[in-house]
């Protein structure tokens, strides 16, 4: 299924989910730098700005990924989109949050902080599971451009690995 939302042939989702991923990564182990040297403040600082620029890169790429799921016709595909597209609106809720106990001190963690942290990365990985089952299971924002070139490992037969 090819996707909606594209430059120049190559999905957009993919590509922005990064700036989240990785910024709400760092910003927990900010936290727990911060939580964990004697005086911590820009470390917490920096968490609090990277987890915000997690939630800004995070409705970014929701705007691609939006399109691409009013594309979807295949019933068990809309479904698993479905959940994949709460529980990353659950985990920018939950990032809002954390930066909503932390607006008036940002220099500032808690463990209340680190532990919101930690379960929205646990959801996000969640998320980022069905996200690839969309992709390497269901074929969404996938194209038959090169398929002859590429080979499937899930119905190979053991003597194809030999060849």
């Given at each position: 299924m090819?996707t909606?939302?594209?430059?120049?042939?190559?999905p957009?989702?993919?590509?922005?989910v990064?700036?989240?991923?990785?910024?709400w990564?760092?910003?927990?182990i900010?936290?727990l730098?911060?939580?964990?040297?004697?005086?911590g403040?820009?470390?917490?600082?920096?968490?609090?700005?990277t987890?915000?620029?997690?939630?800004?890169?995070?409705?970014?790429?929701a705007?691609?990924g939006?399109?691409?799921y009013?594309?979807?016709?295949?019933?068990?595909?809309r479904k698993?989109?479905?959940?994949?597209?709460?529980?990353?609106?659950?985990?920018?809720?939950?990032?809002?949050?954390?930066?909503?106990?932390?607006i008036?001190?940002?220099?500032?963690?808690?463990?209340?902080?680190?532990?919101?942290?930690?379960?929205?990365?646990?959801?996000?990985?969640?998320?980022?599971?069905?996200g690839?089952?969309?992709?390497?299971?269901?074929?969404?924002?996938v194209?038959?451009?090169?398929?002859?070139?590429?080979?499937d490992?899930a119905?190979?037969?053991k003597?194809?690995?030999?060849?």
């Open positions: 090819r909606r939302a594209q430059l120049h042939g190559h957009i989702h993919p590509m922005l990064t700036l989240p991923i990785g910024l990564v760092y910003s927990l900010c936290d730098v911060s939580m964990s040297v004697s005086n403040a820009r470390w917490s600082e920096m968490a609090f700005y987890m915000a620029g997690g939630v800004a890169g995070a409705l970014l790429a705007i691609p939006f399109m691409d009013l594309g979807l016709r295949n019933r068990q595909v698993i989109a479905t959940t994949h597209m709460i529980l990353n609106l659950v985990i920018t809720v939950l990032y809002v949050f954390n930066l909503g106990m932390r008036g001190d940002p220099e500032s963690v808690s463990s209340e902080n680190v532990l919101l942290s930690g379960i929205g990365l646990v959801v996000l990985a969640a998320a980022g599971w069905l690839g089952s969309l992709v390497y299971r269901h074929g969404v924002a194209t038959a451009d090169g398929a002859d070139n590429v080979r490992f119905t190979h037969d003597n194809d690995l030999a060849a």
